[in-house]
């Protein structure tokens, strides 16, 4: 007899164990999702934190969430006024205590290195809820949070928790770091390209013909220069010359400024129609330029510039014009014309 009731105790034993261990399974959940991100991870500095997250039970009436920092995080200047909590996106609340009826505040409360929100006497946050908790100068429902927490001041792996009565847990770990910051350097190289093309910038061009000049007629030829830099401001075209439109024992003469190139008037110049964004300088601004042996600034930009051949409007034509008249002597004429190109970095 007094085996068997040895034998029945020990079941009884083994029984209520056995009903503790499920009990505390049911009763304990795992949030997902559970995620915190800070707008500073340097060590010791002020940083806001925003905490996601899903409960998978009930926070339910008179329930506490509790929000567990590890040692080092200082959360000594902030309070209730200073954290937002939302539920599917929508704010709640928030004040010292909780309040009473439905609608009514959660509480906040800050000890030590946690900080617990109590749910007031009637409302439930239901399970599988989108939990956001916004702690710091992000606060912005019922008063605008003007403290934060600071980090350790030790560079390290730190621990956030989530716990309370409402049954559920859960662990993350953030990293503070010696600092955010990586410097990046960079070298781009300068370019620079200068082109000379037929008129319309079907080729290279090189050598410019007047062809036979009479009296009753301009004669003209016309090409393109183009050009294309990384300068930020730009690139300039200078043109220059070793002399006038001559021969052996003549020249013609220079077109006056401000004048044009007609049939029957002896003279020499220039004209140029700049492409998009090009700018005409000094005197080639006018119809017509007489073309000095000097080094004389003929186009400019003022940034970046790209030439897409073809494309008429990223050039510029340069048109040379010479007229005779009955003194002018006859022969073959020549002049060189040099272009030279400045980036302007």
């Given at each position: 007899?007094?085996?068997?009731?040895?034998?029945?105790?020990?079941?009884?034993?083994?029984?209520?164990?056995?009903?503790?261990?499920?009990?505390?399974?049911?009763?304990?959940?795992?949030?997902?999702?559970f995620s915190?991100?800070?707008?500073?991870?340097?060590?010791?500095?002020?940083?806001?934190?925003?905490?996601?997250?899903?409960?998978?039970?009930?926070?339910?009436?008179?329930?506490?969430?509790?929000?567990?920092?590890?040692?080092?995080?200082?959360?000594?200047?902030?309070?209730?006024?200073?954290?937002?909590?939302?539920?599917?996106?929508?704010?709640?609340?928030?004040?010292?205590?909780?309040g009473s009826?439905?609608?009514?505040?959660?509480?906040?409360?800050?000890?030590?290195?946690?900080?617990?929100?109590?749910?007031?006497?009637?409302?439930?946050?239901?399970?599988?809820?989108?939990?956001?908790?916004?702690?710091?100068?992000?606060?912005?429902?019922?008063?605008?949070?003007?403290?934060?927490?600071?980090?350790?001041?030790?560079?390290?792996?730190?621990?956030?928790?989530?716990?309370?009565?409402?049954?559920?847990?859960?662990?993350?770990?953030?990293?503070?770091?010696?600092?955010?910051?990586?410097?990046?350097?960079?070298?781009?190289?300068?370019?620079?390209?200068?082109?000379?093309?037929?008129?319309?910038?079907?080729?290279?061009?090189?050598?410019?013909?007047?062809?036979?000049?009479?009296?009753?007629?301009?004669?003209?030829?016309?090409?393109?220069?183009?050009?294309?830099?990384?300068?930020?401001?730009?690139?300039?075209?200078?043109?220059?010359?070793?002399?006038?439109?001559?021969?052996?024992?003549?020249?013609?003469?220079?077109?006056?400024?401000?004048?044009?190139?007609?049939?029957?008037?002896?003279?020499?110049?220039?004209?140029?129609?700049?492409?998009?964004?090009?700018?005409?300088?000094?005197?080639?601004?006018?119809?017509?330029?007489?073309?000095?042996?000097?080094?004389?600034?003929?186009?400019?930009?003022?940034?970046?510039?790209?030439?897409?051949?073809?494309?008429?409007?990223?050039?510029?034509?340069?048109?040379?014009k010479v007229?005779?008249?009955?003194?002018?002597?006859?022969?073959?004429?020549?002049?060189?014309?040099?272009?030279?190109?400045?980036?302007?970095?």
């Amino acid at each position: 007899m007094e085996k068997k009731l040895a034998h029945n105790l020990i079941l009884t034993v083994t029984i209520i164990v056995l009903a503790y261990i499920l009990s505390h399974q049911v009763k304990a959940g795992l949030v997902s999702g559970f995620s915190d991100q800070l707008s500073s991870q340097v060590i010791a500095s002020a940083s806001n934190h925003t905490i996601n997250f899903k409960n998978s039970s009930d926070f339910g009436p008179n329930k506490t969430l509790e929000i567990y920092f590890e040692q080092d995080f200082d959360l000594g200047l902030i309070n209730y006024t200073d954290i937002d909590l939302l539920d599917d996106g929508s704010n709640k609340n928030l004040a010292a205590t909780p309040g009473s009826g439905v609608g009514s505040n959660i509480g906040v409360s800050i000890s030590g290195q946690t900080i617990t929100f109590t749910q007031n006497d009637t409302d439930t946050i239901a399970a599988g809820s989108a939990i956001t908790i916004k702690i710091g100068s992000i606060a912005e429902h019922q008063t605008e949070g003007d403290q934060q927490i600071y980090n350790p001041e030790t560079a390290e792996t730190y621990k956030i928790s989530i716990s309370g009565s409402f049954g559920d847990m859960g662990t993350i770990s953030v990293q503070i770091l010696e600092s955010d910051m990586v410097g990046l350097k960079a070298k781009i190289e300068p370019e620079l390209s200068f082109y000379m093309r037929n008129s319309d910038d079907s080729g290279v061009f090189s050598n410019c013909s007047l062809g036979i000049v009479s009296q009753s007629s301009v004669s003209e030829c016309s090409f393109r220069l183009a050009g294309e830099t990384n300068a930020v401001n730009g690139f300039q075209i200078w043109i220059s010359s070793d002399g006038d439109l001559r021969n052996d024992s003549d020249s013609i003469a220079k077109i006056t400024e401000n004048t044009q190139v007609v049939a029957g008037t002896e003279s020499y110049g220039l004209a140029i129609t700049a492409g998009n964004n090009i700018t005409e300088a000094g005197d080639f601004t006018d119809d017509d330029t007489p073309i000095l042996s000097t080094n004389t600034l003929l186009i400019s930009t003022n940034s970046v510039y790209n030439y897409i051949q073809g494309n008429l409007a990223t050039s510029s034509e340069v048109t040379l014009k010479v007229s005779v008249s009955s003194q002018t002597a006859a022969g073959s004429y020549r002049q060189l014309l040099y272009f030279s190109i400045i980036g302007n970095y």
